[in-house]
């Protein structure tokens, strides 16, 4: 049974840093892609961020240069580093196997100002 359980979402001020993390369980974690995305209220889904099991990143053109996606195959750990972070980042943060339809129940992040 697959399973992704996301924590470390919370309140930040806007400027501050914020940490996620996606454990998974049920897969072979090493040989997944994986992403983070996001959801506000009122928008639709988007990619926030994803990593190939080489490593290679990708990030959407709004968190580039803040954000930053990594991965740990010995814990079978995906992070989002988030830093400076922004009243718009206020979302629902979700993680995935990339792609599938294999979602975390995710974390809230709120930006103050």
């Known amino acids: 049974q697959v399973r992704l359980v996301e924590s470390g979402g919370g309140l930040v001020q806007a400027g501050g840093s914020l940490r996620l993390s996606c454990a998974a369980s049920g897969i072979i974690f090493s040989i997944n892609a994986m992403a983070w995305h996001r959801q506000a209220p009122g928008k639709q889904r988007e990619l926030v961020a994803s990593?190939?099991?080489?490593?290679?990143?990708n990030y959407a053109d709004s968190v580039k240069g803040r954000f930053t996606i990594s991965r740990d195959n010995a814990k079978n750990t995906v992070y989002l580093q988030m830093n400076a972070v922004k009243p718009d980042d206020t979302a629902v943060y979700y993680c995935?196997?990339?792609?599938?339809?294999?979602w975390g129940q995710g974390t809230q992040v709120t930006v103050s100002t």
């Open positions: 990593i190939t099991s080489g490593g290679s990143t």
């Open positions: 995935n196997i990339y792609p599938s339809p294999y």
